[in-house]
T-cell receptor, first 115, second 111 residues
Framework: DTAVSQTPKYLVTQMGNDKSIKCEQN?????MYWYKQDSKKFLKIMFS???????INETVPNRFSPKSPDKAHLNLHINSLELGDSAVYFC??????????????FGPGTRLLVL | TQLLEQSPQFLSIQEGENLTVYCNSS?????LQWYRQEPGEGPVLLVT?????EVKKLKRLTFQFGDARKDSSLHITAAQPGDTGLYLC???????????FGKGTSLLVTP
């Protein structure tokens, strides 16, 4: 069974469209994350949720809106997609902790290409 | 501002060679993690180091955390093609739930 799953794996869309990426973890973890990995492989935190509450919201355009319906799911909705949004988006989860020393389990990534 | 600098950025070696990857910062980290990412996959944790000066071994991989907890190294002995991948260091500054990642070292081991 997959621990952290993301859908879709590939997403190709036109500029200006709105799209969503879904993430689910079956590990019973309390904390979930969204990361963006650019073409140079740099992995940067976007959002972090703990027990459905937003903990971290890095400098991300407000076109990006995370939603956590329950602690096993953290979805990412993107409005008015731009060319620069093209990247690989990773969802991750970890057991609730006081910091980043806990193991983070990553999903397989969603490859977004905006044309 | 990039908190963690990794070097080298790219490394291509022959099977059987040894290599060291470095992760440096001017900031102190409460812990530091090393991940390996294979093409088309998400990063997978290799090790977490917490104590300054700590050395951990994982088969042919040796990880060291600097005494001042500002830097770390990963040494691979007798590299194998299966070691090919992107090696990422990530540090926790006690900022709460956030890891700062380095830009990664892309390793290619050829037979």
């Amino acid at each position: 069974d997959t621990a952290v799953s993301q859908t879709p794996k590939y997403l190709v869309t036109q500029m200006g469209n709105d799209k969503s990426i879904k993430c689910e973890q079956n590990l019973g973890h309390d904390t979930m994350y969204w990361y963006k990995q650019d073409s140079k492989k740099f992995l940067k935190i976007m959002f972090s949720y703990n027990n459905k509450e937003l903990i971290i919201n890095e400098t991300v355009p407000n076109r990006f809106s995370p939603k956590s319906p329950d602690k096993a799911h953290l979805n990412l909705h993107i409005n008015s997609l731009e060319l620069g949004d093209s990247a690989v988006y990773f969802c991750a989860s970890s057991q609730d902790s006081s910091g980043g020393s806990e193991t983070q389990y990553f999903g397989p990534g969603t490859r977004l290409l905006v044309l | 501002t990039q908190l963690l600098e990794q070097s080298p950025q790219f490394l291509s070696i022959q099977e059987g060679e040894n290599l060291t990857v470095y992760c440096n910062s001017s900031s102190v980290f409460s812990s530091l993690q090393w991940y390996r990412q294979e093409p088309g996959e998400g990063p997978v944790l290799l090790v977490t180091v917490v104590t300054g000066g700590e050395v951990k071994k994982l088969k042919r991989l040796t990880f060291q955390f600097g005494d001042a907890r500002k830097d770390s190294s990963l040494h691979i002995t007798a590299a194998q093609p299966g070691d090919t991948g992107l090696y990422l260091c990530a540090g926790d500054r006690n900022s709460g739930y956030a890891l700062n990642f380095g830009k990664g070292t892309s390793l290619l081991v050829t037979p």
